[in-house]
C-alpha cells in the first residue's frame, strides 16, 4: 500500500513534469519534401524540430501533442481555448529556427491564430 502509494507519487509526477515547453513557429503547404521522408507526404499534421529535439534524425516519425499556452510576442490572445494539435515530426528545423517546432500551417491554426506568428506552446511525445 505504502510502496504502491509512493510508485503512483513519483509516476504520476513524472507525467505531469515530462511536459516541455518551447516556441512555435509555422510553415504553409506544401508539407514535403521534407528532411526525413523526401518527397512523400504524411498529411496535414506534420512538423520539423530543431535541435533541441532533432537528435540527428532519430525524431523522425515521433508525434507530438501540442497545446498553444501564450503568446511569443505583442499579439494578445493567440490561443484558441485550450485546443490541442497532434503532429508528426517530417522535417528539421535548421539552425536559426525561431522555435523549437516548426509547425504545418494546418497544425498552428488548430491550436492558435495564425497572425501571431509564433507562440508559446507545451508539447508533449505520444
Ligand atoms: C519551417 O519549415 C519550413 C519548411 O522546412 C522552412 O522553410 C522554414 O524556414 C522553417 N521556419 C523557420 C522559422 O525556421
Known amino acids: 500500500m505504502k510502496v ?14 515530462h511536459a516541455d515547453q518551447g516556441k512555435a513557429v509555422f ?19 506534420v512538423a520539423g524540430v530543431s535541435d533541441a529535439l532533432w537528435n540527428n534524425g532519430r ?4 508525434s507530438y501533442r501540442v497545446k498553444c499556452i ?7 490572445h493567440p490561443c484558441k481555448n485550450g485546443n490541442t494539435a497532434v ?7 535548421k539552425a536559426g529556427c525561431q522555435g523549437i517546432i516548426n509547425l504545418s500551417k494546418h497544425a498552428f491554426s488548430t491550436i492558435a491564430d ?7 506552446v507545451e508539447f508533449n511525445e505520444v
Open 27 to 45: 510553415f504553409e503547404p506544401p508539407y514535403s519534401p521534407s528532411a526525413c521522408y523526401g518527397t512523400q507526404s504524411y498529411g496535414n499534421m
Open 114 to 120: 495564425p497572425d501571431a506568428g509564433i507562440i508559446q
Open 87 to 93: 503532429v508528426k515530426v517530417v522535417d528539421y528545423c
Open 70 to 76: 501564450g503568446g511569443a510576442n505583442e499579439a494578445p
Open 4 to 17: 504502491s502509494l509512493t510508485v503512483c507519487m513519483i509516476l504520476c509526477l513524472t507525467s505531469i513534469v
Open 59 to 62: 525524431a523522425c516519425g515521433k
